[in-house]
């Protein structure tokens, strides 16, 4: 397991100061939301999370999207942010809307919440910023345990990233969460399939995946830059024995 070097520049993604810095240096620019707005993965995020659970938004920046999953109904949407400067905007910002709440912290050390705090966790881009910084397995796995701990059983980790099975399986698909992992990839936004073309398939229906977690070796992506959503259920072992998928893989059994 390595860091992501093809997807990176020469910024830490995993340090404070560089997003501090970026967020003055942005003050005036408004909202940014990486990857996906909201309207894109409301289909998925109403599919896996009620509106009424307690939901905890990781590396929350400055985007917008948990302001449109309240506008959508959702009661109790919990931010963090390892920048003070993006807390303390966004702070300011929905200081009038209770179902919002920020705080700065790492999502490496996320001690200050009690185990299975939450029903569900969103990540869109956090996990891939810590696999562009230095040391980037020990600090994927730490934030993944953190993860892991937080969520009740039978919660939800919804990772969005750029990073396709090879590379993020190995990080997500490990014994210790006990996660059973579904997957599903959605064409970037903007993305216009050539004139005369079909879609290939709905991307609102699972991906198959081969016992390695893998796609299928005939499997086309319909856009080279789709995005790729984990849906990480933790399972119950009191309830859900029966929907355990197969065994996570080692890192040798990943690589064959």
Known sequence: MFRDVSACNTYNYGDALYWDARYIQE?????????????????????????????????????????????????????????????????????????????????????????????SVIDKGTLDS????????????????????????????????YGDPTVRMPHIHQPVYNWKIELYIIPRPGFQRPAGSTALRSHLEPVPLTEKGLLPADYVLEDPDSHFIYVCKKIDESTDLSEKSTNPLTDEEMQR
């Not at 590396?59 to 942010?81: L, P, Q, R, T, Y």
């Not at 345990?145 to 919804?158: A, C, D, I």
């Open 27 to 119: 003050a005036n620019c408004g909202s940014f939301d990486w990857y996906q707005r909201y309207s894109a993965l409301r289909p998925f995020i109403r599919k896996y999370i009620s509106p009424s659970s307690r939901v905890l938004m990781v590396g929350c920046g400055n985007a917008v999207i948990s302001e449109d999953m309240v506008k959508d109904g959702f009661e109790d949407i919990m931010n963090i942010d390892i920048s003070s400067v993006a807390v303390e905007m966004m702070r300011k910002k929905y200081e009038d809307v209770p179902q919002l709440k920020y705080m700065e912290m790492d999502v490496r050390d996320m001690s200050f919440f009690p185990d299975d705090s939450f029903d």
């Open 130 to 161: 810590l696999m562009c910084g230095t040391d980037a397995p020990i600090s994927a796995s730490q934030m993944l345990g953190e993860v892991s701990r937080l969520l009740k059983p039978g919660g939800v980790y919804m990772l969005i990233t």
